[in-house]
């Protein structure tokens, strides 16, 4: 618990009746601490002879360090607070990381103060059955009966006193409460606004990748216009290109033929460059087809078994 909330404290008592004597040990005090419980039992004066009295001391000191940590919180969460009201949220930077910390804080502290009230609980039964036994105890002389009067007394104030601790607590745990309650709906808020925005831009690439796929259509349309033209044309130009070459002559004169004996290179050259251009198309896309097989194989996709 000490890395979480600094300056934790420990205590170990033991009173002994027989001699009136109470021994205690706190552990984790610092110097201020010390003199601080150094005053305290000073001006006790004759309210020692209870020895729940340094009990007390350490109820006062866990109050003082819980309190402190619990305005540092608050502080710390006005500022957040002012933050996010005057900037824009930042789900990915440090304001974020600080309302985190803040939140998390505030639980861990919550947890805190819950389990010192427990304690003090525990305290305040233990005080109620000592003053039992002391009213219950019948005083054998004038100086026990002052005593006593003087112990009784004692007991009800640090019975006050806790209780007084313990209703701060529950206003503390309130503020802790309050704090958590409106940094988690201003990290929704913020979240929500994100989520917002992220819905924006998404429609807008809809929209744009709608656009997109009008425009591919249209011009897929334009590409199959310019193809039926190709058809259409590509014929005609073949043959007129043919016949526009020597090769053929209409007109030939005496002992000449219409058409020429080397139109037999014209063939087999026609029929050598097809099967190269088909050749060279048939590995071009089988090597492309092999490497979207092996890229996509790692996600367990099959092209052919989709293709069928």
Known sequence: MSAALPDDLAMSLIFIPESGRTYAVIYGCNNKQMRTIETRIRAAEDTTDHHLLLPGVFAELERERLLGLVEDLVDRFTLASDIFKNSRWDQD????QDYLSICLQCRSLMHHIHAVKRQLRAFIDEVDTLQREWELTPPACHR???????????????????????????DKIDQCETMTQDLSLAMQTGWNQTAREDSATNTKMA????????????ESSQMRSIALLGMIYLPVSCV????????????????????????????????????????????????????????????????DDHMV
């Open 144 to 170: 026990d009966t002052d005593k006593r009067q003087r112990v009784l007394a004692t007991g009800q104030r640090i019975k006050r006193r806790l209780q007084d601790i313990v209703d701060e607590y529950d």
């Open 207 to 218: 929209k744009v990748n709608a656009f997109i796929a009008f425009e591919t259509k249209r």
């Open 240 to 303: 007129a290109s043919i016949f526009s070459t020597s090769l053929f002559d209409f007109h030939p004169g005496s002992g000449d033929t219409v058409i020429s004996p080397y139109i037999w290179i014209l063939v087999v050259l026609s029929v050598a460059l097809t099967a190269v251009t088909v050749l060279i198309w048939h590995f071009a896309t089988n090597r492309d087809h092999r490497k979207d097989t092996k890229r996509t194989g790692s996600f367990g996709i099959n092209f």
């Open 93 to 96: 930077g440090k304001k974020m």
